[in-house]
């Protein structure tokens, strides 16, 4: 399905979610960490929970999930682009909550899928059609095809990202004219590595600069998890962030949505740098990463959306962007 707006995005999901999220819950592998767009993410999962006139009984990271038995038969996991064999961590979880909870319902937001061996897919899906009431709700096309085909016992809905669930403003007139939001991790293409010099600005998530600041967060986020770990395991309790967090998913999200208001354009090799940019009402054009998640993304659900655009690669993505600059493209509205 072809979205043209944000608000018809939003509907789709709350269409085919409410119904079955029917009573309390439990929302588990919730991240902790500062990777914005997951924290995009969680915080939609929230605002559409909260039009719901159930209860999150619990909820975890997985860093911090020591509660065994959920109050609830109902059991919802965090959506995002992990399911496969890339994050093995949360691959692992994911699996171990379903083992450990064949008597209860789970629900999993809406995942990008993807595994590199066939060995792992086969061994995620005997694990995943072993339990009797599992919903799977695919992020992309492809992802709905790989679940259907591989995971026949489970019940499968296509359902954008949860992030469109929010409404965010932005902060500042814009006062930079392009962003290149360049992530650094091991889903960047080989080809978006060097880039020709232009009047824009390269940079990922600001939580990911090498910076003072962001270093002193990071021991503490360590010092914190090591003393969270130890008593709330004693405790048997869980937790999202800790017992002492400087950082939730609003400052995160915060920091992402200071950081583009800035410009009057954006081009990301990020999902939710495109996603955030298109909820602040920025033109943005989304460039895929190393293994076709974007661009399944994009052909999914955004071809049609005001303001959004793809390209294959940056360089292409900077032809884009002057093509619609100089031609004043009526779907490019670009903020005074």
């Known amino acids: 399905m072809k979205l043209k707006s944000i608000s018809s995005t939003s509907d789709l999901i709350i269409k085919n979610l409410s119904p079955i999220i029917d009573r309390d819950y439990v929302l588990y592998d919730i991240p902790n960490h500062r990777n914005i767009g997951d924290q995009l993410i969680y915080q939609g999962e929230l605002d559409f929970l909260s039009r719901l006139p159930h209860k999150c009984l619990s909820s975890c990271s997985v860093s911090y999930n020591f509660l065994p038995t959920p109050k609830t038969d109902l059991i919802l996991l965090h959506g995002g682009g992990n399911f496969g064999d890339i994050y093995p961590l949360h691959q692992k979880f994911r699996e171990k909550i379903i083992r ?3 008597d209860k319902e789970i629900i999993l937001f809406p995942n990008s899928v ?15 059609n072993a339990h009797p009431r599992l919903t799977i ?3 992309d096309a492809v992802s709905f095809e790989i679940l259907k085909k591989h995971f026949v016992n489970c019940k499968v809905i296509a359902l954008p990202d949860m992030a469109f669930c929010s409404n965010y403003s932005p902060t500042t007139k814009p006062s930079k004219p392009l962003a290149i939001i360049q992530r650094t991790d091991v889903e960047l293409q080989e080809e978006d590595l060097i880039l020709p010099e232009g009047d824009f600005e390269v940079i990922d998530w600001l939580t ?5 600041d962001e270093k002193l967060h990071l021991y503490y986020y360590s010092l914190n998890r090591r003393i969270s770990e130890f008593v709330l395991r004693l405790l048997n309790k869980n937790s999202i962030y ?3 967090p400087l950082r939730k998913q609003k400052e995160f999200i915060n920091i992402g949505i200071k950081q583009l208001s800035q410009y009057e354009f954006v081009i990301s090799t990020r999902l939710h740098g495109h996603i955030l940019a298109l909820l602040l009402g920025i033109p943005s054009i989304m460039v895929d990463n190393n293994y076709g998640k974007n661009k399944r993304y994009f052909k999914s659900w955004l071809p049609e959306m005001p303001n959004s655009h793809f390209a294959s690669s940056v360089s292409e993505a900077l032809e884009l962007y002057e093509f619609l600059k100089h ?10």
């Open 137 to 139: 709700c695919a992020r």
């Open 208 to 212: 990911f600069q090498d910076s003072l």
């Open 327 to 336: 031609k004043n493209a009526k779907e490019v509205k670009v903020r005074a």
């Open 100 to 102: 450990n909870n064949l």
């Open 242 to 244: 800790g017992l002492f």
């Open 114 to 128: 993807h595994f590199r061996s066939q060995e792992a897919l086969a061994k995620t899906a005997a694990v995943f």
